[in-house]
């Protein structure tokens, strides 16, 4: 049984930081395509990041320079550090677990229809 389970977000206010975790259970992050996405009110899910098996990570412009996606495989836990957030960063933040050859893909897409994903953690920069 797959289980993802979010935690970490909140209020901040802009120019503050969040560091969302995920605990992953029934589905190894060592070996697998792992990310997370966003969905605010009345938008489109948005992938955020991803990470593949190796460590390698891929950012959606909107993001970038300012999240970080890193896993502890150990501990099986994905983690999406962000800095500098804006009031657009406002959403649901999902984590998501893929099959490997999904961090193949040159598109960060794919990450908002992973097979897996968790109940989501609220972010609200205000």
């Known amino acids: 049984h797959v289980q993802l389970v979010e935690s970490g977000g909140g209020l901040v206010q802009p120019g503050g930081s969040l560091r969302l975790s995920c605990a992953v259970s029934g589905y190894a992050t060592s070996r697998n395509c792992m990310g997370w996405f966003r969905q605010a009110p009345g938008k489109e899910r948005e992938a955020v990041a991803r990470?593949?098996?190796?460590?390698?990570?891929r950012y959606a412009d909107s993001v970038k320079g300012r999240f970080t996606i890193s896993k502890d495989n150990a501990k099986n836990t994905l983690y999406l550090q962000m800095n500098s957030l804006k009031s657009e960063d406002t959403a649901m933040y999902y984590c998501a677990a893929g099959r490997a050859y999904e961090c193949f893909a040159v598109s960060l897409v794919r990450v908002r229809d992973f097979g897996y994903r968790g109940q989501g953690t609220q972010v609200t920069v205000s």
């Open positions: 990470i593949d098996s190796d460590g390698r990570t």
